[in-house]
């Protein structure tokens, strides 16, 4: 049916947005939320550092005990896990094993593979085999412009690419894929892909020593509106 109440986003300015917001920032103060979460923060931490031993945990878990449909979101949620916990401690060669299976495994149940591709392309950036990552970015992006996918999707692969070229010091190409990102991510009001895109274009250009002005406008134009849809 129709839209009874039509608020917008939240730092838009509309009272009754306004008001929810008042309304939590009276919950923070009254329940002293920064002090409890600085309390909190290194039971926290233990139990993240915890963690690290993927293997003891990923032993425990007897799928035995449940249902297919359960397993398989089990599976996916632990890999997510597993997934942040080996970035975050740049194991990065345990990272590219694990992505590698999911590809083989998703080729196996016939299902996309888009996802698990575009983190082995960025893992095998973050292990400085930039060549691979690069054609498998590449790959990525000829099939989602040939499937018309989302233009998320595009500006991801060229961001991607760029990273590349960037690592490699080849800011001439980085610059040029930064760009073509930049210009999808804008016609679609793409924010975070904006932002992304024009951090990679201005650093490209201030090391080549080439003007930034409109560059540096829009990025600090852009930062603010992605701020505010956060």
Not at 39 to 57: H, V
Not at 134 to 156: F, G, R, Y
Not at 205 to 215: A, G, M, P, Q
Request: glycine letters at 4%; aromatic letters at 10%.
């Amino acid at each position: 049916g129709s839209v009874e109440l039509f608020h917008g986003y939240t730092y838009s300015w509309i009272p009754v947005a306004v008001a929810a917001a008042l309304a939590v920032q009276d919950i923070f103060e009254k329940d002293d939320i920064f002090n409890r979460a600085k309390n909190l923060a290194p039971y926290f931490q233990k139990g993240l550092f915890s963690l690290q031993d993927l293997e003891s945990i990923e032993k425990q878990i007897d799928i035995r005990k449940y249902t297919p449909e359960q397993a398989n979101r089990m599976e996916l949620s632990f890999n997510k896990l597993k997934k942040e916990v080996l970035l975050a401690n740049k194991r990065y060669s345990e990272f590219e094993r694990l992505t590698r299976n999911r590809i083989y495994h998703k080729k196996w149940q016939g299902k996309t593979t888009s996802s698990a591709e575009n983190d082995l392309g960025r893992v095998l950036r973050l292990r400085g085999k930039h060549k691979q990552s690069i054609e498998i970015h590449q790959n990525l992006l000829s099939k989602h412009i040939a499937n018309n996918s989302k233009a998320s999707s595009i500006v991801v692969d060229y961001v991607n690419i760029a990273k590349n070229y960037r690592d490699m010091k080849d800011f001439e190409k980085c610059e040029f894929n930064a760009v073509k990102a930049y210009e999808i991510a804008k016609e679609n009001n793409f924010y975070r892909g904006i932002v992304e895109s024009l951090e990679l274009v201005v650093n490209a250009r201030k090391i080549r020593d080439l003007s930034n002005v409109e560059y540096e406008k829009e990025l600090i134009e852009a930062e603010q509106k992605y701020r505010l849809i956060m």
